[in-house]
Each structure stands twice: as structure tokens, then as C-alpha cells.
């Protein structure tokens, strides 16, 4: 193992532990200073792409919008920004009200297994045995999130399942979609661009929104804990990870994240989870030390 990777290791390792605070910062403001969430998704996105782009441009300055000069990359950049970075942070944001950090942040990591999935369909390459049972336990998993309380109907919190997934997508796009991007233009000028094209875009959309915050020290203290550490210095972290690792690795490492949300949420918030939750969050995490593990014995 070099040092590249290992520096790639730890930054997607810190991008994912960060999530896991930010995620439970989402909540506390959510539900205890009753925030806007259409607010906080874009003032997050402005904010963190303005801190980003201001920042790529001290080290690059013009260097940084040239990924404009090229038609077919700028489109790449906006279907990153609203697809990957806004659909996946928002649909997140959704999945937390619903059901709490801790479940919102297992769902999301159903997304390895529709990175497989997509590359059997784009590129018809055969899904390995690791893969397979992933795949299996992945939807076994997510069953017993959606029958948590037992299998009936009455347990089913249809919008937790379905803001988680439709996170699971955003996670799977911005995984995949900006690698060839982000080795071309870095990954300062295409995160900062990319989240400050989304936020212009969601505040546009959604121009009549206020905060309804209750503002006192603990509330600054959330916001910073999701727009700089959450998203300014996690989404570079793990993008750069994944830039030296590549995105099956990444997304590997990155399940820190579940954990320290999970934790964080029983810890600080006071979230409870049942026995059927408990199964599938293990059945879910379980896939990515699988891929993890076939990766590496095929390597060595």
C-alpha cells in the first residue's frame, strides 16, 4: 500500500465520520429548532460552495472555471451538482425527518449496491459472488427497515424508505458520475462549483422559503457543524478520497458514516431502534466489509 492510498484511505474515512456529526446536526435542528429544511439545503449549498470555490481559486485562480470551456464537462458538472450533490443532501435531509439520522444514514448506503447493479446493466459486466449476496443482503436488509415494527402494513414508514433510496441514488450518482471530472479539473474547482451551481439553483426553486429557526448558540453551533464540517471539509475530503482510491473503495470505507450517525443519534438525540432495524442495518453495513474483502483477495 502507498502513501497515495493511504491518504486516500483516511480522507474518505474523515469525509464519512463528519457526515455521521452533520447528519445528527440535521436532526437536532429539525426537531428541537425547528428549521426550514428547503432553507438549509440552500443556504448549506451556497455557503460550503462559496468557502470552496474561494478557496480553489486562491490556489488555481482562473485555472478553476475551466471546466466551462468544455461543453460536455459543464454538463457533467451541473448534472453532478444537482443530481449527486443537491438530490442526495435534500432526499437525506427528507429521510431524517421520517425516521431519524440514524436509520436515514443506513438506508444510504444501499448505494454500493446500485453502483453494482448499474455497472451490470451499463456495461454488462457479471456481478462476482461477493457481489450477489451484497445485492441480496442489501434488499433483505431494507425489508427489515421497512417492516421494523413487525410484518404488517401499519409498520411501514413509507417516506423514511423512500427519501432513504432516493439518497442511496444521489450517494450512487456522486460516487460515479464526476470521477472522470474531478481527475481532470481537481477536486476543489468541480465540489465548490458543483455545490454553489446546486444551491443558486434550490434557492431559486424555493425563493419563498424562511429559516424559522430559533436562533441561540447551540443553532450556530448545528449550522456550522453541517455546512463547514458536513459539507465544505467532508464532501472534499471524500471526493478526493475516491479520486485516489477509486468509488467501490470509497464507498467501502466511507460506512463509518452509519455508525457514527447511529451512535450519535442514540447518544445525543435519544433515537431508539428496534430489533428488525438492528438486523437490517447489520445486513446492510455487512455488504461493504464483503465487497471490501473480495476486492482485496483479488488484488492480492
Request: glycine fraction near 10%; include cysteine.
Amino acid at each position: 500500500m502507498n502513501k497515495n492510498q493511504i491518504i486516500g484511505m483516511a480522507l474518505t474515512i474523515m469525509g464519512g465520520t463528519l457526515w455521521g456529526l452533520s447528519g445528527t446536526a440535521v436532526q437536532f435542528l429539525e426537531t428541537e429548532r425547528h428549521i426550514n429544511v428547503e432553507w438549509l439545503i440552500s443556504i448549506r449549498l451556497i455557503a460550503a460552495g462559496l468557502f470552496t470555490v474561494i478557496y480553489a481559486f486562491m490556489k488555481a485562480r482562473g485555472e478553476i472555471f475551466r471546466v466551462f470551456t468544455n461543453t460536455q464537462d459543464t454538463v457533467k458538472l451541473f448534472i453532478f451538482g444537482v443530481f449527486g450533490m443537491a438530490m442526495c443532501q435534500y432526499s437525506y435531509f427528507r429521510s431524517i425527518i421520517e425516521g431519524g439520522v440514524g436509520v436515514a444514514t443506513v438506508l444510504q448506503y444501499i448505494a454500493p449496491t446500485m453502483i453494482i447493479v448499474y455497472t451490470f446493466l451499463r456495461y454488462r459486466k457479471s456481478p462476482t459472488k461477493g457481489e450477489v449476496v451484497s445485492v441480496i443482503l442489501a434488499l433483505v436488509g431494507t425489508m427489515c427497515i421497512v417492516f421494523h415494527e413487525g410484518v404488517h402494513l401499519e409498520g411501514i414508514n413509507s417516506g423514511v424508505i423512500s427519501w432513504g433510496l432516493l439518497s442511496a441514488v444521489g450517494v450512487a450518482i456522486y460516487s460515479v458520475q464526476p470521477v472522470q471530472i474531478l481527475r481532470k479539473y481537481g477536486t476543489g474547482p468541480i465540489v465548490g462549483l458543483a455545490m454553489l451551481i446546486s444551491g443558486i439553483l434550490a434557492k431559486l426553486y424555493w425563493f419563498d422559503q424562511e429559516s424559522n429557526l430559533v436562533w441561540d448558540a447551540w443553532t450556530w453551533a448545528g449550522l456550522f457543524a453541517v455546512i463547514i464540517l458536513g459539507t465544505v471539509v467532508s464532501f472534499n475530503a471524500y471526493l478526493e478520497g475516491i479520486r485516489r482510491i477509486g468509488s467501490v473503495q470509497g464507498s467501502i470505507l466511507s460506512s463509518i458514516e452509519p455508525i457514527s450517525a447511529a451512535l450519535l443519534g442514540w447518544w445525543l438525540l435519544g433515537n431508539t431502534f428496534t430489533a428488525f432495524d438492528a438486523v437490517g442495518f447489520i445486513m446492510i453495513l455487512s455488504t461493504v466489509f464483503i465487497l471490501g474483502y473480495e476486492k482485496s483477495t483479488i488484488k492480492s
